[in-house]
């Protein structure tokens, strides 16, 4: 039985501060296409973004407070060679960097896996 993981709820922490929080997402594996929705109400509003998304930056650690990103991914298997698809979102720029890696290997050349995150912004203090 392979592991997969294609679902993430949780939480990333922020504090008060005008310090920019970035995001990046990384989807694959080699060879692999895919497409994901993003999206922060008010902040963030992504379509239909085909690959990755480079390091970018929302918005303050202090207006992200309470907020939610909510991403959807569909990888597709078009590599000859693997069956593997991952999906790897970054933040950065909160109290700490962290990553949150999916993963899943589909049975057979052309499937898909659709992925699902949620995460929720909270300032713990």
Excluded: H, W
């Amino acid at each position: 039985m392979n592991e997969e993981r294609t679902a993430l709820d949780t939480l990333y922490f922020v504090n008060d501060s005008n310090k920019k929080v970035s995001l990046e997402v990384i989807t694959g594996g080699l060879g692999q296409t895919s497409t994901f929705d993003a999206k922060i109400d008010g902040i963030l509003d992504l379509q239909k973004i085909n690959g990755n998304l480079p390091p970018t930056v929302i918005t303050d650690n202090k207006s992200l407070k309470g907020k939610v990103l909510i991403l959807s991914c569909t990888i597709t298997d078009t590599s000859r060679d693997t069956n593997y698809t991952e999906l790897r979102i970054r933040l950065n720029g909160g109290i700490m960097f962290l990553e949150y890696p999916l993963f899943a290997n589909v049975e057979k050349e052309g499937d898909t896996v659709n992925y699902r995150c949620v995460i929720r912004f909270f300032n713990p203090s």
